[in-house]
């Protein structure tokens, strides 16, 4: 019994040191984010692989990092909207 509640305590622990580690409550698109923001994050920050990917996409090393860092912004596009809103609709601008 002492082991599963010091599990359970270690496990809280983590949750609210690390967010991406989710809780009951985490949405799949919150989930998804994390991953895709701790990917982009780990390829920009290890330069060995962000020249292999720029290598591969024949782009400068530079380019290739601010790419990444852009994708962190909204890596799985807008949050989906919450119980009692109304989603936000964008009107598309008429070029004339």
Not at 1 to 29: C, F, N, V
Not at 53 to 69: G, T, Y
Request: glycine share 6%.
């Amino acid at each position: 019994m002492a082991d599963k509640l010091r599990t359970q305590q270690e496990l809280e622990r983590l949750q609210a040191k690390y967010i991406g580690t989710g809780h009951p409550d985490t949405t799949s698109w919150e989930w998804k984010t994390n991953v895709f923001r701790d990917t982009y994050s780990s390829l920009a920050g290890h330069p060995p692989q962000l020249a292999y990917i720029a290598l591969a996409q024949n782009e400068p090393v530079s380019k290739v990092r601010a790419q990444l860092i852009r994708k962190m912004v909204q890596p799985c596009g807008p949050p989906p909207p919450r119980e009692g809103e109304e989603p936000v609709v964008r009107r598309q601008q008429d070029d004339s």
